[in-house]
């Protein structure tokens, strides 16, 4: 296809962003030379621009295979919002509606096409075929990791998409996903026939998501206390179970907050009005399973919470992934019992193949050592994707709460004292139970009558199961493979046990967060007119009857509070500006500055702001 349009003025006078971020310039690049790319890119990293400014460069038409119906409708809102043609296909339309796209495809009026993928060789004209009369410049295949069986998300559907280059063998294809581990990434190429793609990783790190691991027991007090601090922040509250969000909802509209629940049970209606109420920032949070979420592009999601263990890492880096998008400071925060693990493994069966259970055991395994680990939780869930990263991160909570070692002689030896006093023939436990003297039918008579039964009562099972992980971290016991792994000694613990020696450990941590969610700017910013700004924007969402993060962004807002723009050329200075939305709403923006400016007696500090770079 013949490249009519520079990227870099598209970027800027479409998009209003002044330089490609990542590798985006060079998976443009490649894709307007005509060849096929595999890109993996962290969620919030700008995948869409990948094959949105390609698709504005070339003549013809983009189709873009999309999983989801609320993801399409959103891209599309936002497409329309940036002057750019763009439509859907999908079953929630009227034949009448689907009628006009398909005019304006006949009639190259399109730019950008968005199917479901069972619509390319479904229905009763096969559309691929179809689409060999239209003049198609670029296939992309939106979240592609649910083609392939060892993803996370895998989606028989997508298995149609192998036709593409059959069909279409001289026509390029992107595909894109923000998780694939090595065996996915392969398997995606595999399946689209992509054998000469060349594969684009970007870095999975997002600086500005903070993460936090917490125990489970007594949650809800603790996560009242950190919603109170966050009344006026968007987040999502993920549950494993339909009837636990309702349940959570419920309890949280009790005490006063402005919750939804969200899950694939509901009636569709009231799914699409809750989604509605939360993108437009009616709704603060929304209570939901992995049913919510995917493709949603609400930028300006502060915290994501964990109420339930998600089931592997990939899943969970996505759905944190949907925090933070607009680069701003937010918070990740996983609830963590052991209940869960058990609960998931059952999950995990899939009936009549062994091979799918073991992998979705192994990917639960994983997601078991994240939170476990007394390392840096960044740098253990890049080195998952493959990513080298430091072992300090200054963002999570390992490394926020270092704990100090501190001499736990006497608790050692009472734990490594029962293993061997059970004949290393127990678990985690029932090593617990014995040394809290638990009455428990489990409990063998035999063993109520040692010495170690009950001398533990003064810690509580939390702190107990704690000092026991701390021991296997530091080598003094281990564990026994298999699906019931029982503790067993080492040379380590019988240093302790029997020579004297003395066992270093780290006590139970009480970890704490940040009341307040900083903003990262070299600059002050003016709050108060932030906060109008915001309020004029979901105004304008209202009336144009969408999410206000698809007017701007919450960063394109902070720097409309920090550099005081007083002209429509001071806008053109200003992330997220394009030339469509400043002769849009510019006019409107300018003068909300231009009042409290009048008002606070300040002057424009454009002339600190970077400017764009000029394109020859």
């Known amino acids: 296809m013949p490249v009519i349009a520079d990227p870099l003025k598209i970027l800027e006078s479409v998009f209003g962003y002044e330089s490609f971020r990542h590798n985006q310039e060079n998976i443009i690049s490649h894709i307007l030379s005509g060849h096929d790319a595999m890109v993996l890119m962290p969620t919030g990293g700008g995948k869409s621009l990948c094959y949105q400014v390609?698709?504005?460069?070339?003549?013809?038409v983009t189709i873009v295979v999309s999983p989801l119906i609320a993801l399409m409708k959103d891209q599309v809102d936002t497409l329309l919002l940036n002057g750019i043609k763009a439509a859907f296909l999908n079953s929630t339309?009227?034949?009448?509606?689907?009628?006009?796209?398909?005019?304006?495809?006949?009639?190259?009026?399109?730019?950008l096409l968005y199917v479901a993928p069972e619509r390319l060789?479904?229905?009763?004209?096969?559309?691929?075929?179809?689409?060999?009369?239209?003049?198609?410049?670029?296939?992309?295949i939106d979240e592609a990791h649910c083609i392939s069986q060892w993803g996370h998300d895998f989606r028989p559907e997508y298995r149609v998409l192998n036709q593409l280059k059959t069909v279409f063998p001289q026509i390029p294809v992107i595909a894109l996903t923000a998780t694939a581990d090595e065996l996915t990434k392969n398997d995606i190429i595999e399946q689209l026939q992509l054998s000469s793609a060349k594969v684009f990783e970007n870095s999975f790190n997002r600086p500005n998501i903070y993460y936090y691991v917490k125990p489970k027991k007594n949650y809800y007090q603790e996560l009242v206390a950190y919603l109170k601090e966050h009344t006026e922040e968007s987040g999502i509250i993920y549950c494993l179970s339909r009837a636990a969000t309702?349940?959570?909802?419920?309890?949280?509209?009790?005490?006063?907050?402005?919750?939804?629940?969200?899950?694939?049970?509901?009636?569709?209606?009231?799914?699409?009005?809750?989604q509605d109420l939360f993108l437009k920032d009616d709704v603060k949070i929304i209570v939901a399973t992995i049913a919510f979420g995917m493709g949603i592009n609400k930028s300006n999601v502060r915290f994501v919470i964990h109420a339930d263990l998600p089931k592997n890492i990939e899943g969970y880096y996505q759905e944190t992934g949907r925090a933070g998008r607009d680069g701003l400071h937010s918070e990740a925060i996983l609830f963590y019992g052991v209940g869960d693990v058990m609960k998931l493994k059952n999950f995990a069966q899939v009936e009549g193949n062994e091979a799918q259970t073991q992998v979705l055991l192994q990917k639960l395994?994983?997601?078991?050592?994240?939170?476990?680990?007394?390392?840096?939780?960044?740098?253990y869930l890049l080195q998952y994707f493959g990513e080298e990263a430091p072992a300090y991160c200054g963002s999570c909570d390992t490394c926020l709460n270092k704990p100090l070692l501190e001499d736990s002689t006497v608790t050692a030896?009472?734990?490594?004292?029962?293993?061997?006093?059970?004949?290393?023939r127990f678990g985690m436990r029932y090593i617990t139970d014995l040394l809290r003297g638990s009455y428990s039918e489990k409990m063998k008579e035999a063993h109520k009558q040692l010495s170690v039964y009950g001398i533990g009562k003064d810690k509580s099972k939390e702190e107990w199961m704690h000092y026991i992980k701390e021991l296997l971290h530091y080598g003094y016991l281990q564990q026994s493979n298999g699906e019931y792994p029982v503790l067993q000694?080492?040379?380590?613990?019988?240093?302790?046990?029997?020579?004297?020696?003395?066992?270093?450990?780290?006590?139970?941590?009480?970890?704490?967060?940040?009341?307040?969610?900083?903003?990262?700017?070299?600059?002050?910013?003016?709050?108060?007119?932030?906060?109008?700004l915001k309020k004029l924007r979901n105004q304008l969402a209202h009336e144009e009857n969408v999410p206000a993060y698809i007017i701007f962004s919450d960063?394109?807002?902070?720097?409309?509070?920090?550099?005081?723009?007083?002209?429509?050329?001071?806008?053109?200075?200003?992330?997220?500006?394009?030339?469509?939305?400043?002769?849009?709403?510019?006019?409107?923006?300018l003068e909300k500055i231009q009042d409290y400016c009048n008002d606070h007696q300040l002057v424009s500090q454009v002339a600190l702001k970077k400017p764009k770079k000029k394109r020859k």
């Open 93 to 111: 339309q009227h034949n009448s509606e689907q009628a006009i796209v398909y005019e304006q495809l006949r009639n190259n009026e399109l730019k």
């Open 121 to 140: 060789v479904g229905g009763d004209v096969l559309f691929l075929q179809y689409l060999k009369n239209i003049n198609v410049s670029l296939f992309a």
């Open 365 to 379: 395994d994983q997601m078991v050592k994240f939170c476990e680990t007394k390392n840096c939780r960044r740098q």
């Open 413 to 424: 030896q009472k734990i490594l004292s029962a293993v061997a006093r059970v004949q290393e």
């Open 246 to 274: 309702e349940k959570l909802a419920e309890q949280l509209q009790a005490d006063g907050f402005n919750a939804a629940a969200y899950h694939a049970g509901l009636e569709k209606e009231i799914r699409d009005e809750r």
């Open 489 to 532: 000694l080492t040379d380590k613990s019988r240093g302790v046990l029997f020579k004297g020696e003395k066992a270093y450990l780290t006590a139970p941590l009480t970890i704490t967060i940040a009341k307040e969610p900083e903003i990262y700017q070299q600059l002050s910013y003016e709050k108060a007119l932030f906060d109008e």
């Open 555 to 589: 960063s394109s807002l902070l720097d409309l509070a920090t550099y005081l723009p007083l002209t429509e050329e001071d806008l053109f200075k200003m992330s997220g500006f394009g030339t469509y939305k400043i002769e849009r709403y510019g006019q409107l923006f």
């Open 54 to 60: 390609p698709a504005l460069c070339m003549d013809g």
